[in-house]
T-cell receptor, first 112, second 123 residues
C-alpha cells in the first residue's frame, strides 16, 4: 500500500527565504506526483504536476523535482512571501490503483 | 463560471441522523470526485463519476455512505445513519478531462477543480 509522508509538518519562516518542502513515497511505481496548495477553509489548488518520466516542473517561483527511484519529491519556493502561507500537499497516483494518495501536508507560515 | 459549488458549507447534526451533501460541478466537466479530509487520515478519495456514472467507489468507507449523480450538474453524498467518526471536511472536485492517471496523457496542468468543502460535525 502506497504511503506518502511530508516533512516538515509545519514551517515558519521570515519573508524572503528560499524554502524546500519534502515529500516521500514508499512505492516508486507511480504515474505522477502532484503538489497542491490549500488555504484555510478552502479546497485544494493544483500547483505543479510531474509525470513519472519527468524530473522537474517549474511555475514562477515554484520548482518541483521528482526522484522516482528514491521515492522523493521536493517543492522549492524561491523568495517566499506572506501570500505563500498555506498548507502544501503532495499526492501520488500509483500504477494500477488510479486512486490518489495524499500526504498530510506541510503547514507553511511566512511572516513579514 | 462560479467554480465548484458545495452546500451546505457547514453541517452540525446528531448521531443517527441522515446527512446529505451537495455538489454542483463546473459546467461542462464530465468527471466528479468526492473526497474526505480528516486530521487522522488526511485527504482520501471516496468515489468518482464519469458522465454521471460511478466509476470507482472503493474509497467509500462503508454501506452507510452512498453517492449519486442524477445529472451532469448535480451530485449528492449521503450518510445514513451518521456517526461521530464521520466528522470531517468533505470536498467535491470536477474536471474537464480524465485525470492524467487514467488517460495516461501528459498535460502538465491541473485538471481537478476543488469546491470549498462542507465541514460536517456529528455529535
Amino acid at each position: 500500500k502506497q504511503e506518502v509522508t511530508q516533512i516538515p509538518a509545519a514551517l515558519s519562516v521570515p519573508e524572503g527565504e528560499n524554502l524546500v518542502l519534502n515529500c516521500s513515497f514508499t512505492d516508486s511505481a507511480i504515474y505522477n506526483l502532484q503538489w497542491f496548495r490549500q488555504d484555510p477553509g478552502k479546497g485544494l489548488t493544483s500547483l505543479l504536476l510531474i509525470q513519472s518520466s519527468q524530473r522537474e516542473q517549474t511555475s514562477g517561483r515554484l520548482n518541483a523535482s521528482l526522484d522516482k527511484s528514491s521515492g522523493r519529491s521536493t517543492l522549492y519556493i524561491a523568495a517566499s512571501q506572506p501570500g505563500d502561507s498555506a498548507t502544501y500537499l503532495c499526492a501520488v497516483i500509483t500504477g494500477g490503483s488510479y486512486i490518489p494518495t495524499f500526504g498530510r501536508g506541510t503547514s507553511l507560515i511566512v511572516h513579514p | 463560471d462560479a467554480g465548484v459549488i458545495q452546500s451546505p458549507r457547514h453541517e452540525v447534526t446528531e448521531m443517527g441522523q441522515e446527512v446529505t451533501l451537495r455538489c454542483k460541478p463546473i459546467s461542462g466537466h464530465d468527471y466528479l470526485f468526492w473526497y474526505r479530509q480528516t486530521m487522522m487520515r488526511g485527504l482520501e478519495l471516496l468515489i468518482y463519476f464519469n458522465n454521471n456514472v460511478p466509476i470507482d467507489d472503493s474509497g467509500m468507507p462503508e454501506d452507510r455512505f452512498s453517492a449519486k449523480m442524477p445529472n451532469a450538474s448535480f451530485s449528492t453524498l449521503k450518510i445514513q445513519p451518521s456517526e461521530p467518526r464521520d466528522s470531517a471536511v468533505y470536498f467535491c472536485a470536477s474536471s474537464f478531462e480524465p485525470p492524467l492517471h487514467l488517460s495516461g496523457r501528459g498535460a502538465g496542468e491541473e485538471t481537478q477543480y476543488f469546491g470549498p468543502g462542507t465541514r460536517l460535525l456529528v455529535l
